[in-house]
């Protein structure tokens, strides 16, 4: 399928807003958001009606009806007939891109917190010639204060991030970034985490010769501001699985 | 050993080796995971019935008994077959992940969208 069936398809699932073929794709990963994420899609498709984009909502294997709200909302939805996890939905969404043909990737969360008002300025740090572009929430003063121990945690891993990547990496847990092509290919690879793309996802990409770039962006409340990473053994597993990936990161050799 | 402890080492070897065969055979175990399970009765199969082998391992090893000798080649063993099995369910792993992700690119590529009007969710 081309690009412009694909703007065509979603041309009929929501005749308000013709979609003309574009190079930008916005991939959202939602797992059971059916209540936000119709208001989500349409704030992003009226915040990009000038730019024309396709939105691609990825429905990783929710119980809800996510899917039928992000279509309804005039969204492309590939869903996961099971759960895969946040990273597999982020690659499945980059993989629909380089099939059809798309430059550029834009990816946020399903949930709302991310401000469509500063897509633009994640575009722009793209077309500035950035790979990857991550929207931190620390950046320049953010508003966004996590709590103590999750905030150490990110103090350390994002330190070690930083050295790998030769660049302060504010917020290096951000799902809110743009991706050129180049970041797509490199991202079409086994090697990408189904769970969390996290830190050491932007220590391969910035060891691999990829262009990194954060801008600062903002954050809106999440309705119920349930993290990922909340109870017991979880956040001990996040520390596992980091401290392992970060430590692997120098002694593997990733090829394109 | 007795030659009771003998008969029943080599018994349970020969049936062990025999029913992996027959699994192999059946096809119900697949060729390119029977690999390590061939391996481990065949030397189930030599050890029982060489017993001077095992005395020489033992000595080789330093161990005290021809027991220890065994439990820990049988541990070994285990461990061995079930780091592959780790390997083989992470290869299943990426595999899966990678049909449910080509899967739901084809569904969302194809134009199989509800037509307009039957969804009236829309606010």
């Not at chain 2, 029977?34 to 080789?60: K, N």
Request: glycine residues 6%; proline residues 5%; positive net charge.
């Amino acid at each position: 399928m081309t690009q412009g069936a694909l703007a065509k398809a979603q041309e009929s699932a929501a005749p308000v807003a013709p979609v003309a073929p574009s190079r930008l794709l916005v991939v959202i990963p939602a797992y059971n958001e059916a209540n936000r994420i119709g208001s989500v899609v349409r704030k992003v498709r009226s915040q990009l009606a000038a730019r024309a984009a396709g939105v691609l909502v990825v429905d990783d294997g929710s119980s809800d009806c996510t899917s039928e709200e992000a279509r309804a909302a005039g969204a492309t939805v590939a869903t996961h007939p099971v759960n895969l996890g946040y990273g597999a939905a982020l690659q499945t969404g980059y993989r629909f891109a380089l099939r059809h043909g798309f430059a550029s990737v834009l990816q946020m969360d399903a949930d709302g917190q991310h401000d469509p008002a500063s897509i633009c300025a994640l575009l722009d740090a793209l077309d500035a010639g950035a790979d990857v572009v991550v929207g931190s929430r620390f950046l320049h003063g953010g508003s966004y204060r996590p709590p103590l121990l999750r905030r150490i945690g990110m103090a350390i891993f994002g330190r070690i991030a930083s050295y790998y990547a030769g660049m302060k990496l504010t917020d290096p847990t951000s799902g809110y970034q743009a991706l050129s092509a180049r970041a797509l290919a490199f991202y079409d690879h086994d090697r990408y985490p189904p769970d969390y793309p996290d830190a050491d996802v932007l220590s391969m990409v910035a060891r691999h010769g990829l262009r990194l770039v954060e801008v600062p962006v903002r954050m809106l409340e999440s309705p119920d501001g349930k993290s990922m990473h909340s109870g017991v053994l979880k956040p001990l597993y996040y520390i596992f699985r980091m401290s392992l990936a970060l430590a692997l990161v120098p002694l593997r050799r990733e090829r394109p | 050993m007795t030659p009771t402890q003998r008969i029943f080492a080599v018994a349970a070897s020969l049936v062990t080796f025999a029913v992996i065969i027959e699994l192999i055979r059946r096809r119900k175990l697949r060729e390119e995971y029977a690999f390590l399970w061939v391996v481990t009765g065949a030397v189930m199969i030599v050890l029982s019935s060489w017993y001077g082998l095992i005395e020489g391992i033992t000595r080789l090893i330093g161990a005290v008994t021809v027991t220890t000798t065994l439990f820990l080649f049988a541990l070994l063993f285990l461990l061995l077959i079930s780091v592959h099995f780790t390997t083989v369910l992470s290869r299943l792993t990426v595999q899966v992940r990678r049909l449910t992700q080509e899967l739901a690119i084809l569904q969302a590529s194809r134009r199989d969208l509800p037509a307009p009007g039957e969804h009236d969710r829309e606010r």
